[in-house]
């Protein structure tokens, strides 16, 4: 079946710009993350939703970040006023339930560069 | 706040070689994963460790947890070119908030 998927792949944004980054997961997965990777390092956690609801944004970095999953599937990652440190690969995973264990499916990314 | 490291960060083997890569977390945790990622592509689940003493192989790969000294190992046995590729452990720390923290990865070179 399908996996998850990101869209765009490629984003190239001016510096104080507004970007948007979409996520789709798994068909009936509710539980939806995205996590931002540098180059070179390991996923850090930005964000979860369980269904609707932002369950966890500690990793949020500051306030132009905001993420929202209205229907409780599609997801979509907003950055206004974009700085060059946001420039990384944004990765959205979902999950079948959040429960007893986490097996996190991860989407192909998409790779954000602020000039 | 949960620290989760990886060693060594780099690894060059020669084919046919076995190798061990070593994942330490800082604090209790019985859910431990790993994911391959290749380069330029996204990260594919390799094994989900879910209590101490789990075991899990799958073909030239064999992944364990020790709960007790907070310690995974990925085991490579007679390593493959096809192998090379950056492997990252994570750590699921509380249940019913599901964030993983990632280790810094290892990143394999498998030479011919």
């Known amino acids: 079946g399908a996996g998850v998927s990101q869209t765009p792949s490629n984003k190239v944004t001016e510096k104080g710009k507004y970007v948007e980054l979409r996520c789709d997961p798994i068909s009936g997965h509710t539980a939806l993350y995205w996590y931002r990777q540098s180059l070179g390092q390991g996923p850090e956690f930005l964000i979860y939703f369980q269904g609707t609801g932002a369950a966890d944004d500690s990793g949020l970095p500051n306030d132009r970040f905001f993420a929202v999953r209205p229907e409780g599937s599609v997801s979509t990652l907003k950055i206004q006023r974009t700085e060059r440190g946001d420039s990384a690969v944004y990765l959205c995973?979902?999950?079948?339930?959040?429960?007893?264990?986490?097996?996190?499916?991860f989407g192909p990314g998409t790779r954000l560069t602020v000039l | 706040e949960l620290k989760v490291e990886q060693n060594p960060l780099f690894l060059s083997m020669q084919e046919g070689k076995n190798y061990t890569i070593y994942c330490n977390y800082s604090t209790t945790s019985d859910r431990l994963y790993w994911y391959r990622q290749d380069p330029g592509k996204s990260l594919e689940s390799l094994f989900v460790l879910l209590s101490n003493g789990a075991v899990k192989q799958e073909g030239r790969l064999m992944a364990s947890l020790d709960t007790k000294a907070r310690l995974s190992t990925l085991h490579i046995t007679a390593a493959v070119h096809d192998l090379s590729a950056t492997y990252f452990c994570?750590?699921?720390?509380?249940?019913?908030?599901?964030?993983?923290?990632f280790g810094t990865g290892t990143r394999l070179t498998i030479i011919p």
């Open positions: 994570a750590v699921d720390e509380v249940i019913g908030n599901e964030k993983l923290t």
């Open positions: 995973a979902s999950s079948l339930t959040a429960g007893s264990y986490n097996e996190q499916f």
